[in-house]
């Protein structure tokens, strides 16, 4: 706790995210599956990349895994497998990382933006079918933060239309949704393992995950320069693998997956205490049919940017995902959603920050956090 006569020179700081507890309780592990993958001198499409596959798909309880070189290609080649083209139309949320937006965009294909779902931050079923036209080909829901959208009722309103449903599972590997995981829950669904990320890879890396065979077998190719089998190329492709070395750490990684789920869960029941005095600000909503994995710690703050310059001046890491929705950033200033089209999205970035979150994060740390944000509104 900080007490009146500690300096701020005096003080830890507490960062949004560190990384380095996790590789000094793991790092030997590390260190010997990145060693047996350089005695083995086989890099790309091995046994480690096979492996990981199975295992995350076991992971969603589904029958395939595709492993490719990031979560932005993995959304870019789930769009084309599920038959997105140039002209098509995809809706997606706005509340999100441009990720999202972009791989739209890479095929020619339009986005079209529905509004969230205020309570979880989440796209809204009711918003999404509000957007369909002739022209839809696909819906993206994104798992914001790690905390599925509400499948029931969006998948009805996909069955309805028949559109296929694309999970961004960037932010959600390991959470539930009436009892199922994230990334079985639509047609094909998309994870990135980018170094910050619940499971996170010492680079750039990122997987898919369908119960369809043909969706399975038409990405093998398309990330692997089209080619059915070798040098019988059938469509154009991209060169988007999973590499050994990425996939023996994830390896490593997932083994430690719940355990660290688990403390990311306590984390948030213990902010969930220290905050709940403080009306001013609200504490992430957790319907009870699922599960969250809180890859990010995320409060709505009255005053928020005032409330951000606090903590950091007092050397508490903060940071807000996402201060400007996708539809009010200049690369979409042509689709159409002018400020004040999308509302919810837009309230939500202007109100939320995502406070210190991983693992490793100490009772007392979280302690002197809620207390500072305590003194900020004057309690
Ligand atoms: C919601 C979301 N979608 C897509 C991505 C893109 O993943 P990557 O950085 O692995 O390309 C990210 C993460 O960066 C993300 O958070």
Redesign the pocket.
């Given at each position: 706790m900080s007490s009146p006569k500690q300096s701020v020179q005096d003080l830890q700081p507490i960062p949004q995210m560190d990384l380095s507890g996790q590789y000094a309780a793991i790092g030997a592990e590390i260190r010997d599956a990145v060693t047996s993958v350089l005695a083995s001198q086989h890099f790309v499409l091995g046994k480690e990349g096979a492996a990981l596959e199975q295992e995350i798909a076991q992971l969603c309880r589904v029958r395939h895994g595709i492993g490719v070189a990031?979560?932005?290609?993995a959304?870019i080649l789930a769009l084309r497998a599920v038959g997105v083209k140039a002209g098509d139309e995809v809706i997606l949320p706005p509340f999100?990382?441009v990720?999202?937006g972009s791989a739209v965009s890479a095929l020619g294909a339009r986005p079209k933006f529905a509004d969230i779902d205020p309570a979880t931050f989440n796209i809204s079923a009711a918003q999404i079918e509000k957007r369909i036209t002739p022209h839809t080909r696909a819906i993206v829901v994104?798992h914001?933060y790690g905390l599925a959208a509400d499948m029931d009722s969006i998948r009805e309103v996909a069955a309805k239309h028949r559109l296929p449903i694309v999970e961004?599972n960037?932010?959600a590997i390991g959470a539930t949704y009436k009892g199922r995981s994230t990334g079985s829950l639509g047609d094909i669904a998309c994870f990135?393992?980018?170094p910050t990320?619940n499971l996170g890879a010492y680079g750039?890396a990122?997987m898919i995950t369908t119960d369809s065979p043909e969706l399975d077998a038409r990405l093998r190719t398309l990330r692997n320069h089209g080619q059915a089998s070798r040098y019988n190329s059938v469509e154009p492709g991209w060169n988007s693998r999973l590499d050994e070395i990425q996939a023996a750490i994830l390896r490593v990684k997932l083994r430690h997956l719940k355990e660290w789920e688990r403390r990311r869960r306590a984390h948030a029941a213990q902010y969930a205490r220290l905050l709940a005095g403080i009306a001013e600000v609200q504490p992430p909503q957790v319907p009870s049919t699922r599960q969250h994995v809180f890859h990010q710690y995320t409060i709505r703050a009255q005053r928020r940017d005032e409330l951000q310059k606090f903590l950091s001046d007092r050397k508490i890491g903060n940071a807000v995902y996402y201060p400007v929705p996708l539809h009010l950033q200049p690369i979409y200033a042509n689709e159409g959603c002018p400020a004040g089209s999308l509302p919810e999205s837009e309230k939500a970035a202007a109100e939320v920050v995502s406070l210190p979150m991983f693992p490793e994060l100490r009772v007392e740390q979280m302690e002197r956090i809620s207390s500072v944000i305590a003194e900020f509104y004057g309690k």
């Amino acid at each position: 706790m900080s007490s009146p006569k500690q300096s701020v020179q005096d003080l830890q700081p507490i960062p949004q995210m560190d990384l380095s507890g996790q590789y000094a309780a793991i790092g030997a592990e590390i260190r010997d599956a990145v060693t047996s993958v350089l005695a083995s001198q086989h890099f790309v499409l091995g046994k480690e990349g096979a492996a990981l596959e199975q295992e995350i798909a076991q992971l969603c309880r589904v029958r395939h895994g595709i492993g490719v070189a990031s979560g932005t290609d993995a959304l870019i080649l789930a769009l084309r497998a599920v038959g997105v083209k140039a002209g098509d139309e995809v809706i997606l949320p706005p509340f999100t990382f441009v990720a999202t937006g972009s791989a739209v965009s890479a095929l020619g294909a339009r986005p079209k933006f529905a509004d969230i779902d205020p309570a979880t931050f989440n796209i809204s079923a009711a918003q999404i079918e509000k957007r369909i036209t002739p022209h839809t080909r696909a819906i993206v829901v994104v798992h914001l933060y790690g905390l599925a959208a509400d499948m029931d009722s969006i998948r009805e309103v996909a069955a309805k239309h028949r559109l296929p449903i694309v999970e961004d599972n960037a932010q959600a590997i390991g959470a539930t949704y009436k009892g199922r995981s994230t990334g079985s829950l639509g047609d094909i669904a998309c994870f990135s393992f980018y170094p910050t990320k619940n499971l996170g890879a010492y680079g750039d890396a990122g997987m898919i995950t369908t119960d369809s065979p043909e969706l399975d077998a038409r990405l093998r190719t398309l990330r692997n320069h089209g080619q059915a089998s070798r040098y019988n190329s059938v469509e154009p492709g991209w060169n988007s693998r999973l590499d050994e070395i990425q996939a023996a750490i994830l390896r490593v990684k997932l083994r430690h997956l719940k355990e660290w789920e688990r403390r990311r869960r306590a984390h948030a029941a213990q902010y969930a205490r220290l905050l709940a005095g403080i009306a001013e600000v609200q504490p992430p909503q957790v319907p009870s049919t699922r599960q969250h994995v809180f890859h990010q710690y995320t409060i709505r703050a009255q005053r928020r940017d005032e409330l951000q310059k606090f903590l950091s001046d007092r050397k508490i890491g903060n940071a807000v995902y996402y201060p400007v929705p996708l539809h009010l950033q200049p690369i979409y200033a042509n689709e159409g959603c002018p400020a004040g089209s999308l509302p919810e999205s837009e309230k939500a970035a202007a109100e939320v920050v995502s406070l210190p979150m991983f693992p490793e994060l100490r009772v007392e740390q979280m302690e002197r956090i809620s207390s500072v944000i305590a003194e900020f509104y004057g309690k």
